[in-house]
C-alpha cells in the first residue's frame, strides 16, 4: 500500500544564493523566500497536507552578520502583519505554532508571534509550524531542563521526553533545497524514521511540482520502521 505524506518538513535553504545570483545583496533573497511560503500554504492544502514544519531561522543564524539578522526580524513582522497573510490563516482557519527559543528574539516579533499562537489555537483544518530561534539539540536540553525544574519525574522514557518537546508530531518526511545534503540540527528527535529528501533547487525557485514529484516519490518508498 501506498504511504500517504501527511505532514511534511521543510529546510528552506538557498535564499541568499538566489539573491546574489541575481546580482542582489545576500539578504535580499529571504524576500522571495517568504512569497514562495506563502505559496506553499495554498500548494499543501490542496495536496491535502495535514501539517507543515518550516526551518525559517536557526539558533546558529544568529551567528550571522546583524545586518541580515535585523532584516530577516523585520521581514518576519511584515510577513505576519501583511492584511492578505491574516486573512489567509484566517479564512482558511490554519493553526500557527512557533517552537524555538523565541524568547530570543526581539520583543515585537515575540508579541507578534504570541498574538498569532491565540488568535489561532482553537483552528485545526491545517496546521504551521515555525522553527524560529530553533536547534534539535538545543530543544532536546531544554525539555531536560524543563523535566528537571519540575522534579516530579524519577525516570525518564521516550514517551516522557517526547512530551516536553516543542513538536510532538513527527514529518512524514523532510525535504532541504538548496543542494546540501545536511540535516543540520533540525528535528533531531522527530525525524528518526523521516524520509529526506535532498534538491538541488534553491528554495525561491521551488514549485508545485518539485512538491508533487517529493510526495510521489515517498508515496513509492517502503517504510519499514526497523522491521
Known amino acids: 500500500m501506498d504511504a500517504k505524506a501527511k505532514h511534511i518538513a521543510i529546510i528552506l535553504d538557498g535564499n541568499r544564493r538566489y ?21 506553499l ?4 492544502q490542496e495536496l491535502e497536507i495535514k501539517e507543515l514544519t518550516l526551518y525559517v531561522f536557526s539558533m546558529q543564524n544568529f551567528n550571522r552578520d546583524k545586518k541580515e539578522v535585523d532584516y530577516l526580524m523585520n521581514l518576519f513582522c511584515k510577513f505576519f502583519e501583511k492584511k492578505e497573510t491574516k486573512e489567509k490563516i484566517h479564512q482558511n482557519k490554519i493553526k500557527i505554532h512557533f517552537m524555538g527559543r523565541t524568547h530570543l528574539l526581539p ?3 515575540q508579541q507578534i508571534i504570541y498574538r498569532l499562537q491565540e488568535e489561532t489555537k482553537d483552528y485545526s483544518a491545517f496546521q504551521v509550524n515555525f522553527a524560529v530561534a530553533y536547534g534539535g539539540r538545543e530543544e532536546i ?11 516530579k519525574i524519577k525516570e525518564v522514557n521516550e514517551k516522557i521526553l517526547s512530551q516536553y518537546l516543542s513538536l510532538q508530531n513527527e514529518p512524514d518526511l523532510i525535504i532541504r533545497t538548496g543542494g546540501e545534503h ?3 540540527n533540525f528535528l533531531v528527535w ?12 534553491l528554495w525561491p525557485d521551488f514549485e508545485k ?12 518508498r517502503e517504510r519499514r520502521f526497523g522491521k
Do not use: M
Not at 29 to 39: C, I, Y
Not at 41 to 44: E, P, T
Not at 141 to 151: F, T, Y
Open 41 to 44: 500554504f495554498d500548494w499543501c
Open 182 to 184: 545536511r540535516t543540520s
Open 190 to 201: 522527530q525525524s528518526w524514521y523521516s524520509e529526506w529528501f535532498f534538491l538541488d533547487r
Open 107 to 109: 520583543e515585537k516579533v
Open 19 to 39: 539573491a546574489k545570483k541575481a546580482l542582489k545583496e545576500p539578504w535580499k533573497g529571504h524576500d522571495s523566500g517568504a512569497e514562495k511560503v506563502e505559496r
Open 209 to 220: 511540482e518539485d512538491l508533487i514529484k517529493v510526495i510521489k516519490e515517498f508515496s513509492q
Open 141 to 151: 536540553v531544554d525539555a531536560i531542563n524543563a523535566i528537571l525544574r519540575e522534579g
